[in-house]
């Protein structure tokens, strides 16, 4: 199982603080450090301030050495496909190969409000999440020497040349994820590298990694050349004052993040880990939102891969 460290800067971090985390993460030997992308906090007062993903993670290409990055998930409202493309590959550069990119529609309609990014309707939203996997992943394929064209009603590219070019063969893997019953699961079977499920039970999990398995084989793919991943709030403690110590600091109760994270003592996390597994989870997100109690990622990972 690849356990991956998952942080939400918004509700207030600044680099340094992601910096310890990702560095944290690394020496414990965590398979990937990856960031929400949002600029408004959901909670509290954001702290210090919203951090930009793109450009904390590229800095943390430079500043780390071996842990993979990405975002889970950028929103497909806040950049234009062909620019993101080029900063995407531009990371994946930066850090010799070691970046992924995760890509939703943008739910967060306050957010946008906040910082004067347009909020289309649902629909038009996943209209422009389709064609920039279109387009972000055309650019990265396009052979040497040839232009990319796409003919789109919301980002047409007409002469571009083939010069975006991620260091990793293929491009970078595309993360695509959600609970949608129809678009989500075809977007992911035609585009991405990983289906990830966040913040669902086990039972869930399954049937949602069930509906994505069924539309790769319409679309004539390898179910199991998709990665099936899963997202789940963390809250591990070596005993119950541990585990309501860490949840109040998170402004959690403790029988809540039982019931819908991976939360308790190590014998109770490792067993969820199992159901998840059990539904088809082979890497698992860990949402840390304690970005100060490093001694948190030492204890789950400890709990976790015992």
Same mark, same amino acid.
């Given at each position: 199982?690849d356990?991956r460290i998952f942080t939400?800067?918004?509700?207030?971090?600044?680099?340094?603080?992601?910096l310890?985390?990702a560095r944290?993460?690394e020496?414990?030997?965590?398979d990937?450090?990856?960031r929400?992308d949002?600029?408004l906090h959901m909670?509290?007062?954001?702290g210090a301030g919203p951090?930009?993903?793109?450009?904390?993670?590229?800095?943390l #290409?430079?500043?780390?050495?071996?842990?993979r990055l990405?975002?889970?998930?950028?929103?497909?409202t806040?950049?234009l496909?062909?620019?993101?493309?080029?900063?995407v #590959?531009g990371?994946?550069q930066?850090?010799?190969?070691?970046?992924?990119?995760?890509? /939703?529609a943008g739910?967060?309609?306050?957010?946008?409000?906040?910082?004067g990014?347009?909020f289309?309707?649902l629909?038009?939203?996943f209209d422009?999440?389709?064609?920039?996997l279109?387009v972000?992943?055309g650019?990265?394929?396009?052979?040497?020497?040839?232009?990319?064209?796409h003919?789109g009603?919301?980002?047409?590219v007409?002469g571009s040349p083939a +010069?975006?070019?991620?260091?990793q063969? /293929?491009g970078v893997p595309v993360?695509?994820g959600?609970a949608?019953?129809r678009?989500?699961?075809?977007?992911?079977?035609?585009?991405?590298a990983?289906?990830?499920?966040?913040?669902?039970s086990?039972?869930e999990t399954?049937e +949602?990694?069930?509906?994505?398995d069924?539309v790769?084989?319409?679309?004539?793919?390898?179910?199991l050349?998709?990665?099936?991943?899963a997202a789940?709030?963390?809250c591990?403690?070596?005993d119950?004052?541990?585990?309501?110590?860490?949840a109040e600091?998170?402004?959690?109760?403790?029988?809540e993040?039982r019931?819908n994270?991976?939360?308790?003592?190590p014998?109770?996390v490792?067993?969820r880990l199992g159901r +998840?597994?059990?539904?088809?989870?082979?890497r698992?997100? +860990?949402?840390?939102?304690?970005l100060?109690?490093?001694d948190?990622?030492?204890?789950?990972?400890a709990?976790?891969t015992?």
């Amino acid at each position: 199982m690849d356990l991956r460290i998952f942080t939400e800067p918004q509700q207030g971090a600044t680099y340094d603080d992601l910096l310890a985390v990702a560095r944290a993460a690394e020496d414990l030997g965590y398979d990937a450090f990856f960031r929400s992308d949002h600029y408004l906090h959901m909670s509290g007062d954001g702290g210090a301030g919203p951090t930009d993903a793109w450009t904390t993670l590229a800095g943390l #290409a430079r500043d780390t050495r071996r842990i993979r990055l990405g975002t889970l998930v950028t929103s497909a409202t806040f950049r234009l496909p062909g620019p993101l493309a080029v900063t995407v #590959a531009g990371v994946d550069q930066m850090s010799g190969g070691r970046v992924e990119l995760g890509l /939703g529609a943008g739910w967060f309609e306050a957010e946008h409000r906040a910082f004067g990014i347009p909020f289309p309707p649902l629909g038009e939203r996943f209209d422009r999440l389709e064609e920039q996997l279109a387009v972000i992943t055309g650019m990265w394929s396009a052979p040497p020497g040839s232009t990319y064209e796409h003919d789109g009603s919301h980002y047409p590219v007409h002469g571009s040349p083939a +010069l975006v070019r991620p260091v990793q063969e /293929g491009g970078v893997p595309v993360i695509v994820g959600g609970a949608g019953k129809r678009r989500t699961p075809s977007l992911a079977a035609r585009y991405a590298a990983e289906f990830n499920v966040p913040f669902s039970s086990a039972e869930e999990t399954g049937e +949602l990694f069930a509906r994505v398995d069924a539309v790769c084989e319409e679309h004539g793919r390898d179910p199991l050349s998709l990665v099936h991943s899963a997202a789940q709030v963390l809250c591990v403690g070596r005993d119950d004052a541990a585990v309501r110590r860490r949840a109040e600091a998170i402004g959690r109760e403790p029988d809540e993040l039982r019931a819908n994270g991976l939360a308790g003592a190590p014998e109770e996390v490792r067993d969820r880990l199992g159901r +998840l597994a059990e539904a088809g989870a082979s890497r698992v997100y +860990l949402q840390v939102l304690d970005l100060a109690d490093l001694d948190h990622l030492a204890d789950a990972h400890a709990a976790l891969t015992a």
